[in-house]
Nanobody, 117 residues
Framework: QVQLVESGGGLVQAGGSLRLSCAAS????????MNWHRQAPGKQRELVAT???????DYADSVKGRFTISRDNAKNTVFLQMNSLKADDTAVYYC???????????WGQGTQVTVSS
């Protein structure tokens, strides 16, 4: 089992920044890829950013150039630096881990990000 705990969400004005953290514990050696998803009210959950164990990254078009995903393997933590935030970024942000021996991976509990315009 892998446990994921997010932190760093909150209320910010448009144009501002937030940094989300996701700390992994348990069988972290199983983790292959770490992802950030988000779900806005009335919308489907969407993949925002992903980072492989080797450090390669990819982003949704809507956040490219504004968000940066990174990971500290020694601390089993992944970060999402969010800059130039927009009202459309308002959502619950979830950390997710793709892992060996898990068809669906593991999810954190989510952290609310609210951007006021």
């Amino acid at each position: 089992q892998v446990q994921l705990v997010e932190s760093g969400g909150g209320l910010v004005q448009a144009g501002g920044s937030l940094r989300l953290s996701c700390a992994a514990s348990g069988s972290t050696f199983r983790i292959l890829r770490m992802n950030w998803h988000r779900q806005a009210p009335g919308k489907q959950r969407e993949l925002v950013a992903t980072i492989s164990s080797g450090g390669s990254t990819d982003y949704a078009d809507s956040v490219k150039g504004r968000f940066t995903i990174s990971r500290d393997n020694a601390k089993n933590t992944v970060f999402l630096q969010m800059n130039s935030l927009k009202a459309d970024d308002t959502a619950v942000y979830y950390c997710h881990a793709d892992a060996l021996r898990s068809a669906t991976g593991y999810w954190g509990q989510g952290t609310q990000v609210t951007v006021s315009s």
